[in-house]
């Protein structure tokens, strides 16, 4: 059952929208304000958010920012400004589409099943040898995506290419030698820092998030990565 986060300030819209998503089956959070919207997001897993642009204490642009800036979550954007400027300001924040009040329910309803397939059927329909998990880390082969329990980590090809190896392949050693030919496609030489570098980074990057040490070093023979 997909979890939708309701934000909007005028408690009838709210309501009437919960209405709509309830008789479809799908689960309803509901909040009226920007901060309350940023609190229950923080305690629930929320798979697609219905936000209005103009709330009191934090607007709906600002919480879309804030959200988008670690977590891909999909957000249908609702607001009776009607400016194409303001819609460009409210995609360019962040959401994924932008519907403006007065608007049919109907209408919202097929808007967000197409947000929701967009963002998870494919997803599901994979293989699962196409995502490889790791306590809170997930690695998708497909997309080049990495998470860390939930949240959306930025790597870099290489970093992303030295992560996969080694989660494909628990628990196996591999020397600096190995990593670098791999994914650098060139001849190694023993002074070469290049694989320490990045694995430094990969640390730092995932390692505080996950709140555990990832990768091992073995110390004269390389690095691995545990199941």
């Not at 494919?122 to 790791?134: A, F, G, L, P, W």
């Not at 992560?163 to 030698?177: A, D, H, P, T, W």
């Not at 001849?187 to 995932?206: A, C, F, G, P, Q």
Request: proline share 2%; hydrophobic share 40%.
């Amino acid at each position: 059952m997909r979890h939708i986060l309701i934000v909007d300030d005028d408690k009838e819209i709210v309501q009437l929208v919960a209405i709509y998503l309830q008789n479809e089956g799908y689960k309803i959070s509901k909040a009226f304000n920007g901060e309350e919207a940023l609190a229950l997001f923080e305690k629930e897993k929320i798979d697609l958010i219905v936000l209005d642009v103009m709330m009191p204490k934090v607007d709906g642009l600002e919480v879309c920012r804030i959200i988008r800036a670690k977590n891909y979550v999909p957000i249908m954007m609702v607001s009776a400004k009607t400016e194409d400027m303001d819609k460009i300001m409210g995609l360019m924040s962040g959401a994924d589409d932008y519907l403006t009040k007065p608007f049919n329910p109907l209408e919202l309803m097929a808007r967000i099943k197409t947000l929701i397939r967009r963002a998870y059927l494919y997803q599901e329909e994979q293989n699962d040898d196409e995502i490889i998990k790791v306590g809170g880390l997930e690695v998708n082969k497909t997309f080049h995506t990495v998470k860390v329990n939930g949240y959306p980590i930025s790597l870099t090809s290489k970093e992303f290419a030295i992560l996969y190896i080694m989660v494909s392949n628990l628990g196996r050693v591999f020397s600096s030698e190995e990593i670098f030919e791999s994914v650098w496609k060139e001849t190694y030489y023993s002074s070469n820092n290049t694989v320490m570098v990045h694995i430094s980074n990969l640390r730092e990057k995932l390692e505080k998030e996950l709140g555990y040490k990832l990768i091992k070093t073995i110390w004269g023979v390389g690095y691995k990565i545990d199941g």
